[in-house]
């Protein structure tokens, strides 16, 4: 018994599946690079994380 | 039957696509229209994108159409089976199966479509899949085969990129996205029924109702003058809007002075003329079309690069 992986079916396949595979890879790396460019340009976030955050406190009015 | 047979028993497939021949599902030289004018379209927009943000737009607007040309070669699959000009396409020609057409218009579209909202918004990832329905339902499965008029309503889907374009960069439609899209929506019956002229045997082979099966040729010659007249004003008038200039008016004037003496040598030309040199002038207005395109968004985009460095525009 011989398996032969050159074969000229698997060599058209191997095309095929390395344009899917290349197309996927260029696919998540655009993905990345959009978020990177969203994050980056959206406005400042701050989450609550149970820690007091002076800056987050609205400032109170001084009285002259 | 052994591995070894049942393997060598694989060798008689017929045919195992390639990746090449699902891209051209996407109809690539459509595709390159498309990405050109969606292109003007958001640069030309007074709000700035970033160039990744830009990138993708473009990219998935292109991937939009290309979803839309699978789709229509898996509902056209039989008349471009008859068409000589369509006929080596890859379902036709049996090398892609219409079910796999099916799936990849499918998916791809709706990739876009979602891909498109994620890097813009909601309205442009909105224009776009009406875009998509508009080419395959309204164009390919309803008016192509059914109209002379297929040509004039189905021209709307072509038109709509540098609207898409437009709408991603700004959020909105405004009257200069709209003179785009009119520009190529009156562009389109000329460009097309001037290639119908000289390929009349490949639509009337194909039962589809174009302009020259069902009226003949010379009331299509004065389709094609109407149309190129029409044509005029709308780009005359883009070219006095916050995306023209000096030099987008004077690239109008010029372009639309040939394209009218073009649609008019046309008018005036029988089929004895015609057969005599072999639709010379036909062709030449075919390819003048092209041309005529090209260069009038090209010169959208010089006049927005003329403007970024204070020269250019109004």
């Given amino acids: 018994m011989s398996f032969r992986p050159e074969h000229e079916l698997h060599k058209r396949r191997f095309s095929r599946n390395l344009g899917v595979g290349l197309t996927l890879a260029a696919f998540v790396a655009l993905v990345f690079a959009l978020t990177v460019v969203k994050v980056k340009r959206g406005d400042p976030m701050q989450g609550y994380d149970h820690v007091v955050q002076p800056s987050s406190v609205p400032k109170e009015e001084v009285q002259p | 039957m052994s591995e070894t047979s049942a393997y060598q028993g694989a060798t008689a497939t017929p045919y195992e696509p390639g990746f090449g021949d699902y891209v051209q599902l996407l109809k690539p030289r459509v595709m390159s229209l498309v990405v050109f004018t969606a292109l003007v379209g958001l640069l030309v927009a007074p709000v700035s994108l970033h160039p990744v943000e830009v990138f993708s737009a473009i990219l998935f607007i292109a991937l939009g159409a290309g979803a839309s040309g699978a789709l229509n070669m898996w509902w056209d699959a039989d008349i471009d089976r008859v068409m000589k000009r369509t006929a080596k396409r890859p379902v036709p020609a049996g090398r892609v199966q219409a079910g796999e057409a099916l799936a990849v218009g499918l998916g791809l579209s709706g990739i876009s479509v979602v891909m498109l909202g994620l890097a813009t918004n909601v309205a442009a ?135 009218v003496l073009g649609a008019v040598r046309l008018w005036r030309r029988d089929e004895v003329m015609a057969e005599a040199d072999n639709y010379a002038a036909e062709k030449a207005f075919f390819r003048f079309s092209l041309l005529y395109l090209f260069l009038h968004f090209a010169a959208f985009l010089a006049e927005a690069a003329l403007k970024s460095v204070g020269l250019g525009g109004w």
């Fill in chain 2, 125 to 259: 990832a909105g224009l776009l899949a009406f875009t998509i329905f508009f080419y395959v339902v309204v164009y390919s499965m309803w008016l192509k085969r059914s109209t002379p008029q297929n040509i004039v309503i189905g021209g709307a889907a072509g038109a709509f990129p540098p609207m898409i374009g437009w709408v991603a960069a700004t959020g909105s439609v405004s009257v200069e996205a709209f003179l785009m899209f009119a520009l190529i929506f009156m562009w389109t019956p000329p460009h097309f029924w001037a290639l119908a002229l000289f390929m009349k045997e490949d639509y009337h082979a194909a039962g589809v109702p174009m302009l020259t099966v069902t009226h003949g040729r010379k009331a299509t010659r004065a389709h094609i003058l109407a149309y190129t007249i029409l044509l005029v004003p709308v780009a005359l008038g883009a070219a006095v809007t916050q995306i023209g200039g000096p030099l987008t008016l004077a690239v109008a004037v010029v372009l639309n002075a040939g394209f």
